[in-house]
């Protein structure tokens, strides 16, 4: 009987520790399976639907801007020239004390459907992007609103039109993709695999009725939606938040659409060094905490197996170097199975280049969670900007 075994097994020592370090990599790997499944795969064979019922509702988009004079140089005119028929753009300039107030109304005069809603700085009343936005939504002459920021481009006309068309009697919020453009570096390529990680669990959620955040960067809700929440009045002491708590508060399981469409994709530059990058994800971790329970599980559970799965390796590697090819083989089949579903979602969001990386990748963001997601709970949150 024992001569019928491989001979690798026949060293292997089984007990107690070995067993169960055993079943904690099987249990992780099932339920990282469960999630590339049942949740990613959808995503990543969803359908494009051409919207082509020609009805073209009057839209808003609304930006806030604070010192962005060369990022609204650069960008602002491939937004206000958008394909569309019926929209105008807000832009709050929020008390920049650079050139941008000048440069806006140098625009104004070639592009009427431009409305600036200028802030002026008060020491007893500071503002923040909350109380920008807030401002140009009053403003606002239509009740559908699209949101990007200064430092974002469209990836094209359409992008306007495709946005809009997701709205209807019942959409009420519609997420848009925002990803960073590709430049050389290590900091671009953890931030591109950041971003897409981010969209895979966003529209995946969505597009299980569950959706529960967005991003500011490309992103769109109604006045009525908006004023039916209080606007951003419960997480208003925090200086993120404006995308992805408003949507994890506002969002039903029938008042929410997706765009994927590559044409209607809004992209941005990533931070160039280590500092800024950190100060940034700092930030925007810090909303988390914040989210209902419902969604803090479905993010836990699999950030909690990614990392079961590879201290279990590690683990039983350590205990015993003979169970060497157990591993490999348990580690073969999550990777093909992860490189296959993540291939398909990241062909969607035009990053399917990452899927080269996705080794060192996925392991690094499983310390990038762990690393943020700590310091996210203890962060404080003061500046408005």
């Given amino acids: 009987m024992l001569q019928s075994l491989p001979l690798c097994f026949m060293n292997i020592s089984f007990n107690y ?3 169960s370090v055993l ?3 099987l249990l992780s790997v099932c339920i990282l399976l469960f999630y590339y499944f049942h949740y990613f795969l959808k995503l990543g064979t969803y359908k494009i639907k051409t919207d082509s019922s020609g009805l073209q509702l009057p839209i808003s988009v609304v930006i806030a801007a604070r010192n ?7 960008n602002l005119k491939s937004i206000l020239e958008q394909d569309y028929p019926n929209f105008e753009v807000i832009v709050v300039n929020d008390c920049s004390w650079d050139e941008s107030q000048k440069l806006l109304e140098y625009y104004q005069e070639v592009y009427p459907h431009l409305r600036i809603c200028e802030l002026k700085e008060q020491e007893k009343y500071p503002t923040g992007k909350k109380f920008a936005l807030t401002m140009g939504i009053k403003a606002a002459l239509y009740s559908n609103l699209i949101f990007t920021d200064a430092d974002c481009k469209p990836a094209s006309n359409q992008w306007l039109a495709l946005m809009a068309s997701k709205y209807n009697t019942e959409n009420q919020l519609v997420l848009g993709f925002s990803p960073y453009a590709f430049q050389s570096g290590f900091i671009n390529l953890i931030a591109r695999f950041e971003s897409a990680i981010t969209a895979m669990f966003y529209f995946s959620a969505a597009i299980h ?3 529960f955040m967005g991003v500011g960067r490309n992103l769109g809700y109604t006045k009525e939606l908006f004023f039916k929440q ?7 002491h925090l200086i993120s938040g404006d995308d992805d708590l408003f949507v994890n508060r506002a969002a039903t399981p029938t008042n929410v659409a997706i765009q994927i469409d590559s044409a209607s994709f809004m992209y941005t530059e990533s931070k160039k060094n280590f500092s800024d990058w950190y100060s940034q994800k700092t930030r925007h971790n810090a909303t988390g905490k914040f989210y209902k329970s419902s969604h803090k599980a479905f993010l836990g559970v699999f950030y909690a197996a990614n990392l079961l799965f590879y201290v279990s390796i590690i683990a039983l590697l350590i205990v015993d170097l003979n169970l060497w ?16 579903v993540y291939f398909l979602v990241f062909k969607k969001l035009k990053y399917q ?3 080269w990386f996705i080794i060192i990748l996925d392991f690094l963001f499983v310390i990038y ?3 943020f997601g700590t310091i996210g709970l203890f962060a404080k949150q003061r500046k408005m900007w």
């Fill in 369 to 371: 969670i762990y690393v």
């Fill in 209 to 211: 009725k569950n959706a």
């Fill in 353 to 355: 280049n990452l899927i």
């Fill in 17 to 19: 520790i070995n067993i």
């Fill in 230 to 236: 209080k606007g951003f009045a419960w997480h208003q």
């Fill in 325 to 340: 090819q157990i591993v490999l083989g348990v580690y073969l089949v999550k990777l093909i199975c992860q490189c296959v």
């Fill in 23 to 25: 079943v904690v990599l």
């Fill in 68 to 74: 962005e004079y060369t990022n609204l140089e650069k």
